[in-house]
Structures are given as structure tokens and as C-alpha cells.
């Protein structure tokens, strides 16, 4: 498989130009100063997540919450719903009411998602939209527990990366010699 080259480490988001992508309303909130400085992340995050919906086919979303907070937030939310009393990267919460267009939140650690770009040697903004993206599958019902079910959904994360001009993130990584 082709490796695609990693973009310069930079603080600015990527230019994402998608064209034709269904106006998905993504309220986005920031709970962590570390967010805001990652510049041109917030539009990019949108378009990301709305080009991975297009992608999966999804239909009738009219929209979803992206939580941008701090890595005791997450911890939080993964003790009250997961019962495990640690931060984590990512999770997501589908909205249960199948007569509703709502699809569910997001919410992504700052701390715990900067920890991980480093040691992969990525850029932070990403990874961080590959989080998003990861997140929006799992909205959508794809799962990752089994092993098919994990192929399905990191061809169709990696397909969804690759056109948004990001590196395939299960690609094995060099990470940078200190």
C-alpha cells in the first residue's frame, strides 16, 4: 500500500475545499484553552465531519455536537458512562430517538489528543480531525470491537482521511528520533 507523505508539522488546520457537502448543523463547543490555539481548526472540524457523513451515506442528519474539551472532562464522561476512570482520546454518544434528525456528540481531550500526535509524530490538527472523523463513524452505528467490523471502518476512516488530504493513520508511523 501506498504510503502518502505527512504534511509539515504546522499549527494551522489544513485547507479542507470539499465541495457540495449537506449543510449538517455541528454546534461546537470549546471547554479547553488549549483548543482555541490550533488556528483555523473549527472550520475545518466541520467540514471533516460533514464530508465523513456524505462519505458513510448517512441520511437525515441534520445535526451533532462536537465537545473540544480538556482531558479531565473526557475522564469524566468515560467514568459516569464507560466505567473507567481515565482520560481518553475520543468518545461518542448517539442520540437513541429514531424519529429525531439529532445524531449525537462528540467530545475529543485536548491533552490526551496532543500526547498521542507527538508520540505518532503527526500533526496535532490531524489527528484531531481524524478523531472527529472516528467519532462520527461511531454516531453512524460502525463499530471497531470485532475484527471485520474494525476492517470496515478504518478502510472507510482512511478513505475519508486520504480525500480530506490526511495520512492514513494505521499506517505504521516514523516517529521523529529525539
Not at 79 to 97: E, I, M, P, Q
Not at 104 to 124: F, M, N, T, W
Request: net charge positive; with cysteine; charged share 30%.
Amino acid at each position: 500500500m501506498k504510503r502518502l507523505k505527512q504534511r509539515p508539522r504546522s499549527r494551522t488546520a489544513p485547507k479542507i475545499k470539499l465541495a457540495k457537502i449537506k449543510p449538517v448543523k455541528i454546534d461546537l463547543v470549546i471547554d479547553d484553552s488549549g483548543w482555541r490555539r490550533l488556528r483555523g481548526l473549527e472550520p475545518s472540524l466541520r467540514r471533516a465531519v460533514r464530508y465523513a457523513l456524505k462519505a458513510a451515506a448517512a441520511k437525515d442528519v441534520r445535526a451533532l455536537t462536537l465537545l473540544l474539551a480538556g482531558d479531565e472532562h473526557l475522564r469524566a464522561l468515560n467514568y459516569d458512562f464507560r466505567g473507567k476512570n481515565k482520560a481518553t482520546n475520543v468518545l461518542s454518544f448517539a442520540h437513541s430517538s429514531d424519529n429525531d434528525s439529532y445524531l449525537g456528540d462528540i467530545a475529543i481531550a485536548y491533552g490526551v489528543a496532543s500526547r498521542e500526535a507527538l508520540a505518532e509524530g503527526k500533526p496535532l490538527v490531524d489527528h484531531v480531525i481524524h478523531l472527529a472523523v472516528h467519532g462520527a463513524l461511531h454516531l453512524l452505528g460502525y463499530d471497531h470491537e470485532a475484527r471485520r467490523d474494525a476492517e470496515k471502518m478504518e478502510a472507510l476512516e482512511t478513505k475519508i482521511l486520504r480525500d480530506l488530504g490526511i495520512a492514513d493513520p494505521y499506517a505504521p508511523c516514523r516517529k521523529k528520533a529525539a
